[in-house]
């Protein structure tokens, strides 16, 4: 299977990404898969030009879209509002993305929290930052994760995730803890739209050992969750990205 139907982000949607451990990575990955894709966010994100063919600056996203050439080089559009630093540009307030889903005929893909290069996050109270009209929502974690001590070394907001899964900071994370911020309505759930279709992903199970760690990670947010419509495990930096999906 390819990564967009994998991902149930193979036709006409708003797809969001949350969590941590490969979510600018999906959004780069679909976005060169995908015919007329749009790359923005709701959050700030790193420069990504190089992974685009062309980023527009603009305060009216809608606009910049209906100006845009429609060559096979003309896409994906990276489209934000402002860069705020040398290193990253700021993110749209989530109703402008839901007015450039509303418009746009084509995938709309939106980089929907921060995670600061972490391998798992819990949201904060101001995040996700997620459009109403996300059609696909996709909570992220990495594999390897499991086995690390829950500490700011791999994991964003570590007290949080304590809460959600009851690991004390500073103890080894198991496939159960990543699971459980997964499908968490304070973690990977949360602020999903109710008719979003919700797909989990494990990123970097790049080998047979952390495939065995992620089979573990679908089972228990499977178990755990009937709001998720499967979890698919993946390699992102591989030609093949796709490992496994499991529903």
């Known amino acids: 299977m390819d990564l967009p139907s994998a991902l149930a982000a193979d036709r006409r949607q708003c797809v969001a990404v949350v969590g941590a451990g490969g979510k600018k990575t999906t959004l780069y990955r679909l976005g060169s898969a995908l015919d007329r894709a749009v790359v923005t966010s709701t959050v700030r994100i790193p420069i990504f030009d190089e992974q685009v063919s062309d980023v527009v600056v603009t305060d009216d996203p809608v606009a910049a879209l209906a100006a845009h050439g429609d060559g096979d080089d003309a896409w994906p559009l990276g489209l934000v509002p402002e860069r ?27 980089k929907a929290d921060g995670a600061r290069n972490r391998l798992l996050k819990a949201p904060d109270d101001r995040e996700p930052q997620l459009p109403s009209r996300a059609d696909t929502v996709l909570p992220i974690a990495s594999a390897r994760v499991v086995g690390e001590p829950l500490s700011t070394a791999c994991v964003h907001r570590p007290e949080r995730v304590s809460a959600l899964t009851g690991v004390a900071v500073g103890d080894d994370l198991d496939a159960t803890a990543v699971a459980r911020v997964l499908v968490s309505p304070e973690g990977g759930l949360k602020d999903v739209p ?52 499991f529903a």
């Not at 990253?88 to 307030?93: H, K, L, S």
């Not at 509303?102 to 709309?108: E, R, Y």
């Not at 109710?194 to 992620?214: C, E, K, Q, S």
């Open 84 to 110: 705020e630093r040398d290193d990253r540009y700021r993110g749209y307030d989530p109703a402008v993305v839901d007015d450039l889903a509303t418009t746009h005929d084509g995938p709309v893909l939106v």
């Open 194 to 245: 109710d008719d979003a279709r919700v797909v989990a992903v494990v990123n970097m199970v790049d080998d047979d050992a952390l495939r065995a760690t992620g089979e573990r990670i679908a089972a228990e947010a499977l178990a755990h969750s009937d709001r998720l419509d499967r979890v698919v495990l993946t390699q992102l930096l591989s030609p093949d990205p796709v490992v496994e999906v």
